[in-house]
């Protein structure tokens, strides 16, 4: 209800969750009702995870599949580690 409440066209809502690989089976729970729950509108849920830390038992890979099937956009996007010249480039 919260979430409805404080989401409007004009006052939009983006969440941000870093290293939900460790998030626990309650917070996956939360997430996929608030991506399968058609009466939220105006929100957005970035998430980041560590890819090698997630098999295909793991909590949020099931979220995935869920999620799949009921948002109206989701866009993953791999991305691979730094080399030690892409850190070399950054620092430069």
Avoid: G
């Avoid at 996929?32 to 939220?40: A, I, M, R, S, W």
């Avoid at 998430?47 to 799949?68: C, G, K, L, P």
């Amino acid at each position: 209800q919260f979430i409805k409440t404080i989401t409007k066209l004009n006052h939009p809502l983006v969440i941000i969750l870093d290293d939900v690989q460790w998030a626990d089976q309650a917070s996956i729970k939360l997430l996929e009702h608030l991506v399968t729950n058609d009466e939220l509108s105006y929100f957005m849920i970035i998430m980041t995870y560590r890819d090698n830390e997630v098999d295909d038992h793991h909590a949020i890979s099931q979220f995935w599949q869920i999620s799949n099937q009921s948002i109206n956009q989701q866009i993953q996007i791999h991305l691979d580690e730094l080399t030690l010249l892409d850190v070399m480039q950054l620092l430069s």
